[in-house]
């Protein structure tokens, strides 16, 4: 049994696994290493950097969204990407026009069509369990279930995808790939603090929460983090939680970033559970695909 899917085939990628974009964690050496892995590494909003791997793609967030970067990354990433606003169609053609595939992260059927209609070339369909920020309100199998039916183009898992189980039920349900975060974050080539990492590994299903806490910069924009960062922000005495970070900003803790890395925006999915240390990224392409591989072939013959 082969994990060649129309998602690989289109972006040229060995197995169906995507870097979801996560900000400053995505950085150039995680998106490297997730795609020589197999998978397709994905960068946040970067367009003058290079990555010594290819196919590799760029995520933008349409509040935060300048289209002459969009212009500068489509005309070298394979894939550009954009969430956090309604699909636009001179968007698309404008990526397009540049060279790149288009993709678009939903969280609704409504949205998915309107991407499709707007020219994209792929579909995210995150689900309410996703972490970071969330822009629908339905589980996942739900919202795949809806977007398959109503799309035609290759469609991405995302949400709470975190094991080879969950990776083998979503595209035995139909998914062209999956999409991941929260096991990318917690590896050696993620630009995540090391603190942010130990909560992940500590973090068991359940201790993960939809918030508009962590608001400041991006107001009215739900979002999924760790229950004990929300806690402790809200504890945290001072306005401050560290050099340059105000307490209830969007911004997640860095590598180099300094305070009270335990008040900052934790941001998890709720697969949070399967991530039980920090290893490089190759192992967890390997992991998920491989695990993933092996159910589905155990599935197939009953």
């Known amino acids: ?94 990526i397009h026009a540049s060279g790149a595939l288009a993709g678009w992260q939903v969280g609704s059927v409504d949205e998915a069509k309107a991407a499709v209609d707007a020219g994209c070339d792929v579909v995210v369909a995150q689900g309410v369990e996703a972490g970071g920020h969330v822009r629908g309100t339905v589980p996942l199998l739900p919202l795949l279930d809806g977007v398959l039916d109503a799309v035609g183009v290759p469609v991405v898992a995302a949400g709470g995808i975190g094991c080879a189980r969950a990776m083998a039920g979503a595209l035995a349900a139909g998914a062209s790939a999956v999409r991941v975060g929260t096991r990318f974050v917690a590896t050696h080539e993620a630009n995540a603090h090391p603190e942010y990492q130990q909560a992940l590994v500590d973090a068991r299903a359940g201790d993960t929460v939809l918030t508009e806490c962590f608001s400041l910069f991006w107001e009215h924009a739900p979002h999924r983090v760790l ?26 803790p860095e590598r180099a970033t300094t305070g009270t890395v335990a008040a900052m925006a934790l941001y998890a999915g709720e697969s949070v559970g399967a991530v039980r240390a920090v290893v490089p990224a190759a192992d967890v392409v390997r992991e998920l695909s491989e695990g993933a591989e092996a159910l589905l072939r155990a599935w197939a013959s009953g």
């Open 1 to 94: 049994m082969s994990l060649t899917t129309p998602f690989t085939e289109l972006v040229g990628c060995r197995v169906p696994i995507q870097l979801a974009g996560m900000g400053g964690a995505s950085s150039p050496e995680l998106a490297a290493a997730v795609t020589n892995a197999g998978g397709l590494g994905m960068l946040s909003g970067i367009t003058d950097v290079e990555v010594d791997a290819s196919p590799v793609g760029v995520n933008f967030l349409a509040p935060f969204l300048d289209r002459s970067a969009v212009e500068q990354a489509a005309g070298w990433a394979r894939l550009v990407e954009v969430f956090y606003g309604d699909p636009d169609p001179a968007l698309v053609g404008l």
């Open 227 to 252: 229950r004990a960062a929300v806690e402790a922000a809200e504890a945290f005495d001072g306005g401050m939680v560290g050099e340059g970070v105000p307490r209830f900003s969007a911004q997640p």
